[in-house]
């Protein structure tokens, strides 16, 4: 397989990480000779790859608020609900309007947009999450292969919410995207930055790197470029402040470190000090993407 981003065959292999979440097993992240893209060597396939997510500590598809770990992420989930709603009605100029959020785990973003006024319908791989979206806050919510049945040009915003780097097949996801998006619409994709100040400062302990579920590494570079490829245009770059101390704290607690939240939280503090001026250096970044017009492709 070529590339992802660039089509180039020449590859190097970067460094092994651990899975600590489930399995215990190692994996290589593989560096692009051309582009310098990175990504996780050789995954478990699509219908193998579910098990690496059984876990109760998989906190994305859980609600657990036993440790104070769990207890903080939820308060954090709470105010960034407010932040990305803001973020969609800036980015689109809109109050309202149709959204689809693929990768919507347990469903709180879209249930927080829906009562804001927005239409929205989620895409989630996980049956328990997508079963208990639905229960509790009455919002559709599709399998991903239903996807093909929504409608072209139907959405005003699609949402990428620390997804993107899990599917296997991103161009085919990119595509769907052109298609569902209005021609003046917007996607909106979250990822871990492997350029940030906590990936320099861990190397291959950093927690984002979540191997093999992250299976692509993207960095502002790299995302613009494989963007541009399925045409889309970049935007503006944003950060999600509060990613670097959870991450850092996870971090130290992959490696056996006593007291991981504490440290995760002074590392943190401490690491945005550092590179408070250098650009796009947040441990995770959101990315605006357009639709390019006929006329630029």
Same mark, same amino acid.
């Given at each position: 397989?070529?590339?992802?981003?660039? !089509?180039?065959?020449?590859?190097?292999?970067?460094?092994?990480?651990?899975?600590?979440?489930?399995?215990?097993?190692?994996?290589?992240?593989?560096?692009?000779?051309?582009?310098?893209?990175?990504?996780?060597?050789?995954?478990?396939?699509?219908?193998?790859?579910?098990?690496?997510?059984?876990?109760?500590?998989?906190?994305?598809?859980?609600?657990?608020?036993?440790?104070?770990?769990?207890?903080?992420?939820?308060?954090?989930?709470?105010?960034?609900?407010?932040?990305?709603?803001?973020?969609?009605?800036?980015?689109?100029?809109?109050?309202? !309007?149709?959204?689809?959020?693929?990768?919507?785990?347990?469903?709180?973003?879209?249930?927080?947009?829906?009562?804001?006024?927005?239409?929205?319908?989620?895409?989630?791989?996980?049956?328990?999450?997508?079963?208990?979206?639905?229960?509790?806050?009455?919002?559709?919510?599709?399998?991903?292969?239903?996807?093909?049945?929504?409608?072209?040009?139907?959405?005003?915003?699609?949402?990428?919410?620390?997804?993107?780097?899990?599917?296997?097949?991103?161009?085919?996801?990119?595509?769907?995207?052109?298609?569902?998006?209005?021609?003046?619409?917007?996607?909106?994709?979250?990822?871990?930055?492997?350029?940030?100040?906590?990936?320099?400062?861990?190397?291959?302990?950093?927690?984002?790197?979540?191997?093999?579920?992250?299976?692509?590494?993207?960095?502002?570079?790299?995302?613009?470029?494989?963007?541009?490829?399925?045409?889309?245009?970049?935007?503006?770059?944003?950060?999600?402040?509060?990613?670097?101390?959870?991450?850092?704290?996870?971090?130290?607690?992959?490696? !056996?470190?006593?007291?991981?939240?504490?440290?995760?939280?002074?590392?943190?503090?401490?690491?945005?000090?550092?590179?408070?001026?250098?650009?796009?250096?947040?441990?995770?970044?959101?990315?605006?993407?357009?639709?390019?017009?006929?006329?630029?492709?």
């Amino acid at each position: 397989m070529g590339c992802l981003v660039c !089509g180039e065959t020449e590859f190097t292999d970067l460094f092994a990480t651990k899975d600590h979440l489930v399995s215990g097993e190692s994996f290589f992240v593989r560096r692009c000779t051309a582009c310098s893209f990175t990504f996780t060597a050789d995954p478990p396939a699509e219908e193998e790859i579910g098990r690496y997510y059984l876990s109760e500590e998989y906190i994305s598809h859980s609600d657990k608020k036993q440790t104070l770990t769990e207890r903080l992420y939820h308060l954090a989930r709470r105010y960034m609900l407010g932040r990305k709603h803001r973020m969609v009605t800036a980015v689109t100029h809109r109050e309202s !309007g149709t959204l689809l959020d693929i990768g919507s785990g347990t469903g709180y973003f879209a249930s927080f947009m829906n009562k804001k006024g927005w239409e929205v319908t989620g895409i989630e791989l996980n049956a328990q999450a997508r079963n208990d979206s639905v229960t509790r806050f009455g919002i559709s919510v599709l399998p991903p292969a239903e996807i093909k049945a929504i409608p072209d040009r139907s959405a005003d915003c699609i949402t990428f919410w620390h997804v993107l780097e899990h599917l296997h097949d991103p161009v085919m996801w990119m595509r769907e995207v052109k298609r569902i998006l209005k021609d003046d619409g917007k996607c909106i994709i979250a990822l871990p930055n492997p350029d940030s100040a906590d990936a320099r400062w861990f190397g291959d302990r950093w927690a984002a790197l979540d191997v093999p579920r992250h299976l692509w590494h993207f960095t502002p570079a790299t995302l613009s470029r494989f963007a541009g490829n399925q045409g889309f245009k970049s935007g503006r770059i944003r950060a999600l402040p509060l990613d670097i101390f959870y991450i850092s704290a996870m971090s130290y607690r992959n490696i !056996g470190c006593r007291l991981p939240l504490f440290r995760g939280i002074l590392t943190g503090t401490l690491l945005t000090i550092a590179s408070i001026l250098r650009k796009n250096s947040a441990s995770s970044l959101i990315y605006e993407l357009s639709k390019q017009a006929a006329r630029d492709l």
